[in-house]
């Protein structure tokens, strides 16, 4: 799953990730910028040193890792294999060029992949609500919102482009389509 930042990413997956029939797990990524009022560390990133991460870049630890508006991200990949070998749907919440390295990898190894990629009702709205997080200056903002629109040309690349319009519909379709997907892959 992909989208720009302040799409309502986080709120989406955690919405659909109620639903224990679809069997997700979530791939806790790790990252180098601080965390925002009301994360921890281990539930909604691994927060680490830049020197930290280095260093698992160098040891091969990451499944894919991208470097997105001055700060390391990337997806460890023990983990994922772990939730994988416990026989999980792995759920990624990454950006638009490590979504490109997952899916390259899983398509080389024949592995399933259903891509999402979360649009905002209009441009406005999201700046409202990066401008409403209120956790960054507004040189980040700046890079944010031009990072944002670069990524949304990318929303080709993925199979289901879903607009974040209201949080409960949303959900409700993302949750049909990983039904869907499943079903016909049990096939
Ligand atoms: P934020 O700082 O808003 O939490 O995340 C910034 C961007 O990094 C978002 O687009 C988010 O999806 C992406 N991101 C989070 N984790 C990962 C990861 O493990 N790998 C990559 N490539 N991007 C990530």
Known sequence: MSGPSGVGKGT??????????????YSISMTTRGP????ENGREYF???KEEFEKNIKEGNLLEYNFFVSNYYGTPKSYV????????NVLLEIDVNGAKTVMAKCKEIGDDVVSFFILPPSMQALENRIRGRRSEPEDVIQERLSKAAAEIDQSSNYKYPV?????EETAKLIRDIIVKESNKNSD
Not at 12 to 25: C, F, G, I, P, S
Request: aromatic share 2%; net charge negative; glycine share 6%.
């Open 12 to 25: 989406v997956r955690q919405k659909v990730m109620e639903d224990e029939t679809l069997n997700l797990a």
């Open 36 to 39: 925002r009022a009301g994360e």
């Open 47 to 49: 927060f680490v040193t």
């Open 81 to 88: 294999d772990q939730l994988r070998n416990e026989g999980k």
């Open 163 to 167: 607009v974040n319009d209201n949080l």
